[in-house]
């Protein structure tokens, strides 16, 4: 797997490499080991500015998803995900909210973008976002065992 990671915010400090392994760890638990995913670490500002231009929505939020073509691989032949884009200040704040460390929130919300790369959607039912938040449960549970976020978590 190839995990391709641009942090583009230097107001929170990020372990990269750690980060990189344990976003490893979330794709084996998905059985979705011969694959690329890019994902991109960045400010409030910025997450707005792709909310307003891809969602219409002139808003920060915490990650936003753009997943690629089904057939879509790369030069190895491994399958391209997309491309997750995380909001770290929103993940500073909501880690607090959550009962999270910063790590913990980060990988939160890098397992709810990576499950909508690969189909999952809590906004088509009511089922659907069970099925999801049971999902993103089950991988964070298996990262941080006896840890779930809480509070004013939707996850």
Known sequence: M??????NQD?????SSRFRSQIAQVLE???ETECELSLLLTDDAEIRRLNKTYRSLDQATDVLSFPQDEEAV???GKTLLGDVVISVETAARQAEEHHLSFNE???LLAIH????LLGYDHERSPQDARVMKDKTRMIFESLFPGR????????
């Open 105 to 107: 929130e980060l990988i």
């Open 29 to 31: 638990n998905m059985e």
């Open 148 to 155: 779930r976020p809480s509070g004013t978590s939707n996850f």
């Open 74 to 76: 790369n030069e190895k």
């Open 113 to 116: 973008g990576i499950l909508h």
């Open 2 to 7: 190839e995990i391709l990671l641009q942090n």
């Open 11 to 15: 107001q929170y400090p990020v372990d």
